[in-house]
């Protein structure tokens, strides 16, 4: 099973990054962009085949390394 | 004599810098491989110093709090014993939880290196004693992720128990903006003030003719 785990700094937290792409994509004339978020995506190959017990296992994952619950949210797709 | 304990990550690059601050200072030190699992008996002091640990992968700071030397951290630091993090040693202090809040990317994206002013906000604690309240120290900072976040319920905590140590100010102590921290906040300390992490790099301004010495006093203030 592949765990696909998204990770975003929460709402209300500047992202620079995302501002600076934001930036970006107005000086290439770009129309329309109203927001930019930037974050990151690991995928995790996992030997399990129970769908809930990977969620759990992965959810423990994220709560303690993948993302830093002071300023990150993750949401975790399985497949 | 006090004992200094300095870890060492992969890709620390401060360690030496902090034991040749310490040694000036008078006091005896030991670099501490991060796979280590206990700290020196006589530890007085433990140091977390700047550099890349783990090439800063994930967030910088995240990896190196699961080393196996970070059980003994924190259990030193839970039963009274001082600990500061400097730089990349504050951003795995917060990472382990040991202080509140957590350092983003600067504001600019750019890796600010530069020597910078600040202000003593508090000194009400074992770390900053020897500085006034309100004095200007010129000391240097280099950093990619020292942008500060606390939310509001815990900015108030940090205000009301005089937990902000120091502020990224100008000449005459007004805030100013380097790199978007909550309220130019550059170091704070833990509720029980024996845990205080920092940005700026005080053990690199130990002499006049590098630039500054007023880190001497900042770091007299744990070994006195």
């Known amino acids: ?79 | 004599m006090k004992h200094v304990a300095i870890l060492q990550f992969p890709g620390t690059n401060c360690d030496l810098d902090s034991q040749y601050a310490f040694e000036k200072l008078g006091c005896t030190t030991s670099i501490i491989w991060h796979k280590e699992e206990e700290l020196p008996l006589d530890t007085d002091l433990v140091i977390v110093p700047g550099g890349f640990s783990y090439g800063d992968y994930l967030r910088s700071g995240a990896i190196a709090q699961f080393s196996p030397i970070m059980k003994a951290i924190i259990a030193y630091a839970n039963n009274g014993g001082k600990v500061l993090g400097i730089c990349n040693g504050f951003q795995i202090l917060t990472e382990v939880g040991l202080l509140p809040g957590a350092l983003k990317r600067n504001i600019g994206l750019h890796f600010i290196s530069k020597f910078q002013t600040l202000k003593i906000v508090n000194n009400s604690n074992d770390f900053l004693k020897k500085c006034d309240k309100n004095e200007i120290l010129n000391i240097p900072i280099a950093h990619a992720d020292g942008n500060y976040y606390i939310d509001e319920a815990g900015f108030k905590e940090l205000e009301d128990n005089e937990q902000i140590l120091v502020r990224y100010s100008d000449e005459k102590g007004n805030p100013i903006v380097v790199n978007g921290s909550v309220t130019s906040i550059a170091g704070v300390c833990n509720k029980t003030k024996n845990v205080f992490g920092l940005m700026p790099h005080p053990e690199r301004a130990l002499e006049n003719i590098l630039g500054s010495d007023d880190g001497v006093k900042m770091l007299e203030g744990l070994i006195a």
């Open chain 1, 1 to 79: 099973m592949t765990a696909i785990v998204n990770i975003f700094l929460k709402e209300g937290v500047l992202d620079p990054q995302g501002k600076a792409i934001h930036h970006a994509l107005d000086a290439m004339n770009f129309e329309g962009v109203e927001d930019v978020r930037m974050g990151k995506q690991i995928v995790i190959q996992l030997t399990s085949t129970n769908k809930e017990d990977a969620l759990k296992e992965v959810e423990k994952m994220a709560e303690e390394i993948l993302a830093n619950t002071v300023i990150e949210d993750y949401t975790i797709e399985l497949n």
